[in-house]
């Protein structure tokens, strides 16, 4: 694989936008190629372009990836969309690491 073609892949699979609010604060906000929630039927994991979809979230650890690396929130619950390639969680309240 050419350099060029590298770099497109690269640069395309970073275009997702995620945002993590609280009601007290907003966490994060950034792009990221890949995020994996704790869904109420179990975990899952969302990427570039997915499905539209809202999704109940229990207490449990969201991944996500970006630029800066792999990071990780412990969320207490909460509600997640995702909608032409932006993700919004509303989380009820974050765990202190």
């Given at each position: 694989?050419?350099?060029?073609?590298y770099?497109?892949?690269?640069?395309?699979?970073?275009?997702?936008?995620?945002?993590?609010?609280?009601?007290?604060?907003?966490?994060?906000?950034?792009?990221?190629?890949?995020v994996t929630f704790?869904?109420?039927?179990g975990?899952?994991?969302?990427?570039?372009?997915?499905?539209p979809?809202i999704?109940?979230l229990k207490d449990g650890?969201?991944e996500?990836k970006?630029k800066?690396?792999t990071?990780?929130?412990h969320?207490?619950?909460?509600?997640v969309?995702?909608l032409?390639n932006k993700?919004?969680l509303?989380?009820?309240g974050?765990v202190?690491?």
């Amino acid at each position: 694989m050419c350099w060029k073609a590298y770099a497109s892949i690269q640069l395309k699979s970073t275009r997702m936008q995620l945002e993590i609010l609280t009601p007290e604060k907003k966490l994060f906000a950034g792009d990221v190629s890949i995020v994996t929630f704790p869904g109420s039927d179990g975990s899952f994991q969302v990427m570039d372009n997915h499905a539209p979809l809202i999704s109940l979230l229990k207490d449990g650890v969201v991944e996500f990836k970006g630029k800066e690396g792999t990071k990780n929130v412990h969320i207490t619950g909460g509600v997640v969309e995702v909608l032409k390639n932006k993700v919004i969680l509303l989380a009820t309240g974050i765990v202190a690491a």
